[in-house]
């Protein structure tokens, strides 16, 4: 599985890079993908407020994508139920593959 991760309007430092890496691997490590994109971003920037995002994109195998975006005050909160929410809706969308091809 390869992830590529990209931040904006905050430092991407190793110890997030691999706390990142390490979250996803246990979520949806499970699941055969070919690739994960995860954009960090604070969007207000020095003004605070709820304002880190963790958005994630996987690209399936069989050409679906599933986009999950999480906003949390704070950065390792985002990425947890971003991909908390990307194992439910990874696993559903899956579901939904397997009902239709028996």
């Known amino acids: ?22 979250r996803l691997r246990t979520s949806v490590g499970w699941a055969l993908t070919r690739r994960l994109a995860v954009w960090l971003s604070d969007i207000n920037g020095p003004r605070g407020g ?19 975006e999480n906003t949390e005050e704070d950065l390792y909160v985002a990425i947890d139920r971003a991909a908390d929410r990307a194992d439910r809706a ?8 397997r009902a239709f091809h028996p």
Request: hydrophobic fraction near 40%.
């Open 1 to 22: 599985m390869h992830i590529a991760i990209q931040s904006h309007g905050l430092v991407l430092t190793d110890g997030l890079r691999a706390y990142v890496r390490r």
């Open 50 to 68: 709820r304002d880190k995002r963790c958005k994630i994109q996987i690209s399936l195998d069989h050409g679906k994508t599933v986009v999950i």
């Open 90 to 97: 990874l696993a559903r969308q899956l579901a939904r593959r």
